[in-house]
């Protein structure tokens, strides 16, 4: 059984970027439902849940397939907002190699985030925008509903939820008001570990 962790901050501390309403909603209501609906998915088949979450989502071909779907869309929502919480914290500037890299890669900094936001911005429905790795090159990529990169072989360093319960209380339609508040919130140091240890 899998289990869902408190957040690793209070529920205001991303204030007033995002708010605790929403936090809180997200999280406890949101990502609960996930965890509870991907547990349900594999509860009698005690080989899949000796896997880890990510190691399912990067191997959906060997999920049965009468589970894949919830498993697909439960276990990368599961998976997704996991990894969400932890790249998010207030007022943390770019530092370190990911900024080297992000800079040699797309010019610079404003160029990347243009490129980022757009992408945001753009997804169609529900979804996430993602920055990751894929062959030790620096991509962006959307996916819809809960996908992950993981399952097209590629390492996730950054992600924005575009999902609507992620921010429609505080901005409503404002999507682009969103993404542009939500790098206020970026840990960069959070997302350098990530590039640094999947460089290693």
């Not at 996916?143 to 999902?163: C, E, Y």
Request: charged share 30%; net charge negative.
């Amino acid at each position: 059984m899998f289990k869902l962790e408190p957040l690793p901050y209070g529920y205001d501390a991303l204030e007033p970027y995002i708010d605790a309403e929403t936090m809180k909603i997200h999280h406890d209501k949101h990502h609960q439902a996930y965890c509870d609906k991907f547990n349900g998915a594999l509860k009698d088949n005690s080989e899949l849940e000796e896997k880890s979450p990510e190691e399912l989502l990067k191997d959906l071909d060997g999920v049965p397939e009468n589970i894949k779907s919830a498993v697909r869309n439960n276990g990368g929502g599961f998976v997704n907002h996991n990894f969400f919480w932890q790249i998010l914290k207030k007022d943390v500037a770019i530092s370190g190699k990911i900024k080297e890299a992000i800079e040699a890669k797309f010019g610079s900094f404003e160029k990347f985030k243009d490129e980022f936001s757009n992408a945001a911005a753009t997804h169609f429905g529900s979804g996430w925008a993602w920055l990751v790795l894929n062959n030790e090159e620096l991509e962006i990529m959307s996916t819809p509903n809960q996908d992950s990169p993981l399952s097209v072989g590629k390492v996730p360093l950054l992600v924005i939820d575009v999902w609507e319960h992620g921010y429609y209380k505080k901005y409503g339609p404002d999507r682009p008001g969103y993404i542009e508040a939500f790098f206020n919130v970026i840990n960069w140091d959070k997302v350098n570990e990530l590039f640094e240890a999947a460089n290693k």
